[in-house]
């Protein structure tokens, strides 16, 4: 039952008692050998930055050199909430089914046998990221960005306005945003910010109820929608029509949507038509929707559709808020005050500077959709405040061996699905790289998820297996095809929990 006496290394052999084959070799209690060597990674979050670093790490079959050895990685992903799948499920509009379906690609590598799921774990609350780095490898910090960036001007505090990551997360059931209850008794919105997220929330806010009954929105927001008196969505930005960050998918279901015209301000679009030359093809195809939407007259089934529609969403271009006007008892909203700006520079590095003139729309409701930021998550690991990233070389965060991280924790929140992708297969083969290299200690042998668990019961933290996950999965499901929807999503964390252990 002894273990084999030597080990090959290259240039010849290793005696068994050596000190070198004690490190890279443990005997358990029954006699069997095994390699210490085997890397354990732990992962923090499970939306796509997470997912998609888990997925390249476990594909990969790597031979450090100086091990001269095939590894595998094993990897353990940690999540706050009971059910993973971060941005795709709390996210992504009800309405773009199509988007959510790499949710299928994430679960076949959660179910993969060397990978492993915990939800219901707080790092940085219920184990910190230095006890997770004493238990693994290496540790990639994937939480993403639940911060809101704020307008910082006055009334921004007053009932009407929120955050776009907030309404975003009520009408997506994320159990933090449940008790928003936004008020939707006006008739104007204004959307702060020219993004994908701001299309989406005018989008909802606008799309007749019997479309969004098809889809996964939440029971609550749909039955408030249903109510709504919202009839008009300005979307508002700062910069020109050159310069919006939304893609032309986004635009062309605006232009499209059912029961809505588009209103736009002719002026705003001053000189665009002689820059499309400049531009590169998928920025002008956008920008010629736009001014096709803008300026052209249109056909008589489209005029038709416009003349029979009972509400309307407008861009309007450089405006940057100065301050929430309240109503006489100074509880509400009731406008917006918006300041006159003009370009300074050209194309997507132009500059909005104030031109002094300002003006006021009134409104109900304003949502700002200026961007989501990082938090920091535990005072040992490095975090730039004023960029609100982790400070990274390629996914390794700095002055910090063994820490990794990727998605918009490494970059901030910018791009799509498919650039949080490339960004975590990057941290992925940079963290591959430094085990190869030996940059990253493998010598060690690392308990992982045996003394995490461990610890987690002794504070009275029960995780979530992956297996937990799929009930609640099957009971979302089972409820939704019961009202004709894909899905009813549970609303609490608390009955997340109920269905999990039961």
């Not at 003009?342 to 409104?363: Q, W």
Request: hydrophobic share 40%; aromatic share 6%.
């Amino acid at each position: 039952n002894l273990c084999f006496s030597i080990c090959v290394w290259g240039w010849g052999v290793i005696p068994q008692h050596s000190w070198l084959f004690s490190a890279l070799f443990s005997v358990d209690s029954a006699g069997a050998c095994f390699s210490s060597c085997s890397p354990k990674v732990c992962i923090v979050g499970s939306g796509p930055a997470g997912f998609y670093t888990a997925q390249h790490l476990i594909k990969v079959i790597y031979h450090p050199l100086w091990l001269g050895a095939q590894q595998h990685v094993h990897v353990d992903i940690y999540e706050r909430l009971p059910v993973p799948f971060g941005l795709v499920r709390f996210g992504v509009a009800p309405d773009h089914p199509e988007v959510k379906n790499v949710i299928n690609t994430f679960t076949q590598t959660a179910k993969h046998s060397r990978c492993s799921f915990y939800g219901n774990v707080n790092v940085g609350k219920d184990v910190s990221v230095q006890e997770l780095q004493r238990a693994y490898h290496a540790v990639v910090l994937s939480y993403g960005a639940e911060g809101n960036r704020t307008m910082g001007v006055p009334g921004e505090g007053l009932a009407g306005v929120y955050s776009a990551k907030d309404f975003v997360g009520w009408y997506n059931g994320l159990p933090s945003c449940r008790q928003l209850s936004p008020d939707l008794s006006c008739e104007t919105a204004v959307i702060l910010g020219q993004g994908n997220v701001a299309l989406d929330v005018a989008r909802v806010l606008l799309s007749p109820v019997d479309m969004l009954k098809e889809t996964d929105i939440t029971q609550p927001a749909l039955e408030a929608l249903a109510h709504s008196q919202v009839r008009r969505v300005l979307i508002v930005g700062r910069r020109g029509p050159v310069q919006v960050a939304f893609t032309i998918k986004e635009l062309r279901e605006m232009v499209n949507l059912p029961g809505t015209r588009p209103d736009m301000v002719e002026a705003d679009f001053d000189g665009v038509t002689e820059a499309l030359k400049d531009l590169p093809r998928p920025r002008k195809r956008l920008t010629e929707l736009m001014l096709k939407t803008a300026l052209q007259t249109p056909g008589e089934t489209e005029q038709e559709r416009r003349d029979q529609a009972s509400r309307t969403w407008g861009l309007r271009f450089f405006r940057s808020p100065v301050e929430v006007l309240a109503d006489p008892e100074r509880h509400r909203t009731a406008g917006i005050r918006l300041a006159v700006t003009r370009l300074e520079g050209s194309g997507e590095a132009a500059r909005a500077v104030l031109t002094g003139d300002v003006e006021d729309v009134t409104c109900g409701l304003v949502i700002s959709s200026i961007g989501y930021k990082s938090l920091p998550i535990d005072q040992s690991v490095p975090f730039d405040s004023k960029s609100a990233i982790v400070p990274n070389t390629m996914g390794r965060i700095k002055q910090a061996p063994g820490l990794y991280c990727s998605g918009w924790l490494k970059t901030g929140p910018t791009g799509v699905i498919a650039t949080t992708m490339n960004n975590s297969f990057d941290t992925a083969r940079s963290l591959l790289d430094d085990m190869e290299s030996g940059v990253l200690d493998l010598s060690a042998a690392k308990s992982g998820s045996q003394v995490i668990t461990a610890l987690l019961e002794q504070r009275g933290v029960k995780p979530v297996s992956f297996s937990d996950w799929e009930k609640i999965d099957r009971v979302e499901m089972s409820r939704g095809e019961a009202s004709g929807k894909p899905r009813e999503k549970l609303l609490t964390v608390e009955e997340m929990l109920h269905v999990a252990r039961t």
